[in-house]
Every structure is written in structure tokens, then in C-alpha cells.
């Protein structure tokens, strides 16, 4: 297992150097670049313009500037410089990273709960009505588009009376230190996000859930074992044991879905996460912070499904001793 872990480790690198230079290619690909938006504005002359590319180095050749950038990624830790909000990109992303990463683990956590329990159960009770009624909101989750959802639930809330809808804190807790006060303040804002987020891949994984039952229910060791006479509650256990294990693939893919699915999302919520940062640094051509964005989403998949394989190989002895 060790071995496994480092060999997938070394093979992160010259992937995640690959996976840079398309970046780089992506982002170059974009007309344009952050100086020559304001070619458009009266109050900024040609000349202008000219300056400040050469003040962002936005006057040298692609090639030069990519490792330049990659140079700092290396010796520094150095992600470069954003335009935009003229700070350096690793904060930016800093700032973000614990608020983005706490709800998509929170989304993920809601997404199993519900999904795994409900997709047992139907797999269980084919064709009743309680069957019936689960596959009606898995087939509403997978359609309805997730930011359409957000206005749905906003509208909802504020039927029901609430006041202090988007963001994850009221006016008078942001920036205020951390108390019982504000703690009881972000439960009640963080379950919408979460709630709405989660929706559309707590239906997929539920119906995927009960595709894997079916299919176990009906193969030759279950029937099997209930020829030796085991009790249905041993048998159930066999059968959810090998359903959920290709769930566990799924799950290392989750995580960077979450981040880069969600950004209207996100937007819609006013949510303090990398999604609509993104959305801005594209519009405003900040170079080195759209592919940084880009970067950590490549690192998280890669993180995920090494996370994803190590858990299949404790759950399953089978895939472990290959």
C-alpha cells in the first residue's frame, strides 16, 4: 500500500506540469488580456495601455512568462500576481480555500447520508409507493439546474419568514471574532448552500446507489447464500458491502465537481468561495489567477481519486492484494 501511495505521489508530478502548460495554453487562447480591456475606456489612451502591459509583463513572449510563472510555483511557492485586486494570487486563494473546502465536505457528508440510506431502501421496495416518490426527486434533482434551485429554496425561506438570506453571515457578525453568537448564526445560513449544492448529487448518487442493488440483488452468490439458509439481514449485508463500492470511485471525483460545478451557484448565494472568484478573474483576464484555479482543481481530482482508491482498498481485501 505504501509503494501504491508513493508511486501515485510521482505520478502527480509530471502530471500536474502537463496539466499546467494546457492551462497556460487555455488562458493564452483568451482575446485579449487584462491591460487591453481599458483599450475600450476614452479616459485610457493607447499609449497607456502599452505602459501598463509592460508594468504586468504582459509584453513578453507566452513562453517566457509561463516559466516565469512556473519558476515561482517552484522555487517560491510564488503563484503570481493578480491584476485585478493587485495582491499576490497564493493569498487570494488562501482566503478562500477554507470556507470552499468546509462546504464541499459538508456537501459531500449530506450527499451520503441521505442518499445512501434512500438508495438502499428503494432498491429494497421496488415499485411502492415510498420507490416511487425517491425516484421523482432523484429524476427533479438531476434536471432542475442548481441555481434555479438556490432561488427556489431563497424564495421559500423568505416565505417562511426569514430575513438574512445569501452570504453565510448576517451584516452584524461579518468580520466580527468568532462567539457562540456568530457560530449560531453561520447554522443558520450555511444549510442552504449546503442543502442546494448537495441536492442535483445527492439524486445521482442515489439512483446510482439503487442501479448497484438491483444488479447484486440478482447475481449468483446471493442467491447463493440464501440457498445455505442465511438470515435476509446477513444476506442485505453481502448485498450493500459490493453496491456501494463503485460509490467510492464517485466520491473522489466529487470534491473538484463541487468546486468548479457550483459557480452561479455560488454567485446566486453570494457564497465567500473560489467558484465566483474564478468567474471574476475570467472576466477581468487575471492570467495567473485563472490558472491557478484551474491548478487546484487538477490537484483536488488527482487528490480524490487517490483518496477514492486507498478507501476501495481497505473496504475491498480483493482490490487491496491486487
Keep these: 500500500m505504501t509503494t501504491f501511495i508513493i508511486r501515485r505521489l510521482l505520478i ?26 481599458y483599450l475600450n475606456n476614452p479616459r485610457v489612451s ?20 509561463y516559466f516565469m510563472w512556473i519558476k515561482g510555483i517552484i522555487t517560491r511557492g510564488d503563484f503570481g500576481y493578480s491584476f485585478a485586486y493587485k495582491r ?3 493569498e487570494l486563494i488562501w482566503e478562500r480555500m477554507g470556507w470552499t473546502v468546509s462546504i464541499a465536505i459538508l456537501t459531500i457528508i449530506f450527499q451520503w447520508i441521505i442518499a445512501i440510506p ?7 421496495h421496488q415499485y411502492t409507493a415510498g420507490d416511487y416518490i425517491l425516484t421523482f426527486i ?10 434555479f434551485l438556490a432561488l427556489v429554496f431563497m424564495w421559500l425561506a423568505l416565505q417562511m419568514g426569514a430575513t438574512s438570506l445569501g ?7 461579518m468580520g466580527a471574532p468568532w462567539s457562540w453568537a456568530k457560530l449560531l448564526d453561520l447554522l443558520k445560513h450555511i444549510w442552504l448552500p449546503i442543502v442546494v449544492i448537495g441536492f442535483s448529487g445527492l439524486a445521482g448518487l442515489m439512483r446510482v446507489m439503487r442501479g448497484n442493488m438491483l444488479d447484486v440483488i440478482n447475481a449468483p ?11 435476509d439481514q446477513v444476506v442485505r449485508r453481502h448485498v450493500i458491502k459490493n453496491a456501494i463500492n463503485p460509490l467510492v470511485s464517485i466520491a473522489g471525483m466529487q470534491l473538484p465537481e463541487i468546486f ?52 476501495l482498498a481497505i473496504l475491498d481485501p480483493r482490490i487491496r492484494i491486487s
Design 12 to 37: 502527480m508530478i509530471p502530471m500536474m506540469f502537463l496539466i499546467s502548460v494546457i492551462c497556460f495554453i487555455i488562458t493564452e487562447l483568451q482575446p485579449g488580456d487584462f491591460a487591453t480591456q
Design 46 to 65: 493607447p499609449e497607456q495601455v502599452i505602459e501598463l502591459q509592460k508594468s504586468l509583463g504582459l509584453d513578453k513572449p507566452p513562453v517566457q512568462r
Design 88 to 90: 499576490p494570487v497564493g
Design 118 to 124: 434512500a438508495g438502499i431502501y428503494t432498491s429494497f
Design 138 to 147: 432523484g429524476f427533479l434533482g438531476i434536471s432542475v439546474p442548481v441555481f
Design 167 to 173: 452570504g453565510l453571515f448576517s451584516a452584524e457578525y
Design 221 to 231: 452468490f446471493v442467491t447463493s447464500l440464501k440457498a445455505r439458509g442465511l438470515e
Design 260 to 311: 468548479s460545478g457550483t459557480i452561479i451557484t455560488s454567485i446566486v448565494l453570494n457564497l465567500p468561495t473560489m467558484g465566483p472568484f474564478f468567474y471574476n478573474a475570467l472576466l477581468n483576464h487575471d492570467q495567473y489567477l485563472v490558472m491557478t484555479f484551474l491548478m487546484f482543481i487538477a490537484f483536488m481530482t488527482q487528490i480524490g481519486n487517490l483518496l477514492a482508491d486507498i478507501a
